[in-house]
């Protein structure tokens, strides 16, 4: 009996192991969705629609990305953190020229919750004003946030619902700041996507090269099974 049990709890064990890694969006949709409503996991699963985010520019391959955005004719969020637009302080501009939209990722690549609280509304501050100073004379209607390394608390929730910004994390999280092979990014999002998903992917030095090669592969594949890209916003209130 006890090497029966052993052996059911093993396989209790992989399946949940197998669920957070292979299928982390049922997980989001089934358990967080409904426990943390303040928090934007995904949109409402009407019709086939995805939308992308992209987290950590601009980096020096972000110039790449927007080009291939273009290209494939697929808008994105930007979360940008600010002391990164010292690489390319036009970046802003020329997102929001191209149609996409911009949001607040805070002043370093750190975990947000565990900064002090007046540290935190001094970097989401200072970075809103950065990224604003960036992206003039365009004017930003964004108020969108996601925090370092996604993790948030209540403290954080009430900041930010003070500022009405909108904490955006998603749904669709392919394990790319591991740097998995393509073939597994690629598996991972069809097994993940779903009507509302938000697709998350990363533009720093290191990732940005890779990021670029998942969308050309990526965008194809998920059109083929009709899924289409709207802006973030239309994702989530479709009747805006």
């Known amino acids: 009996m006890t090497l029966l049990l052993s052996v059911l709890a093993l396989v209790v064990v992989l399946d949940l192991l197998v669920l957070v890694v292979l299928l982390p969006s049922l997980l989001i949709r089934l358990l967080l969705v409904p426990l943390c409503p303040e928090v934007v996991f995904c949109g409402p699963g009407r019709g086939k629609r995805l939308a992308l985010t992209i987290d950590d520019g601009p980096s020096p391959g972000s110039e790449a990305l927007l080009a291939l955005l273009r290209e494939l004719e697929v808008p994105a969020t930007f979360f940008l953190i600010g002391t990164h637009l010292e690489r390319d302080h ?120 890779r990021t670029l090669e998942t969308l050309r592969r990526l965008i194809p594949d998920l059109r083929r099974r009709g899924y289409r890209f709207v802006p973030l916003q239309e994702l989530l209130d479709p009747a805006a």
């Open 90 to 209: 036009r970046f802003a501009r020329r997102a929001l020229q191209q149609g996409h939209d911009l949001g607040n990722h805070l002043w370093c690549d750190e975990l947000s919750a565990g900064l002090p609280p007046a540290v935190f509304q001094q970097q989401l501050v200072d970075t809103e004003r950065t990224i604003a100073r960036a992206a003039a004379p365009a004017s930003l209607r964004w108020r969108w946030f996601r925090p370092g390394q996604g993790w948030f608390h209540r403290a954080m929730l009430e900041a930010l619902a003070a500022r009405r910004y909108r904490l955006v994390l998603g749904s669709i999280f392919p394990w790319d700041i591991r740097r998995p092979p393509l073939w597994f990014v690629r598996l991972f999002v069809c097994l993940n996507a779903h009507p509302g998903g938000i697709l998350v992917l990363h533009d720093t030095p290191a990732l940005s090269g």
